[in-house]
């Protein structure tokens, strides 16, 4: 098992449902209605309500977070595009640098500029 830092919104919120329904057998967070495991049918509906009521109707028509898998590779792609250290990153994930890299590297978008003058801000000094 390895830590993995979670922003203090998601603490409070995971306390707050922790306080009003404990957990099910196995400390899992989320059960049905007899105490079970959920289904994946439960998981689809709620995820689908869940993407029409966060995302704009664009945006929900499109394979964007099709999947709750994909929350992943989001925020992976964002600590990278937000210059966070791979090798951060990656143990982060759970993944190697290389695997992270491999993967992810063409998720970084927008930062020519920023870039650019990094470099040319070590080339001065």
């Not at 919104?9 to 049905?32: D, K, Q, S, W, Y």
């Amino acid at each position: 098992m390895r830590p993995v830092p979670i922003p203090p919104e998601l603490v409070t919120i995971l306390r707050t449902h922790l306080e009003e329904f404990g957990t099910a057998p196995g400390g899992r967070l989320f059960r049905n209605e007899r105490g079970g495991v959920l289904g994946a049918s439960t998981y689809a509906r709620a995820w689908e309500e869940s993407r029409r009521l966060a995302l704009t109707p664009q945006q929900a028509a499109s394979p964007l977070a099709g999947r709750p898998y994909d929350l992943r590779h989001a925020s992976l792609s964002t600590w990278l595009n937000a210059g966070v250290d791979p090798a951060t990153v990656a143990e982060r994930a759970g993944n190697s640098v290389e695997v992270l890299l491999k993967r992810y590297a063409k998720c970084l978008d927008g930062q020519a500029e920023q870039i650019n003058q990094r470099i040319e801000a070590v080339l001065k000094a």
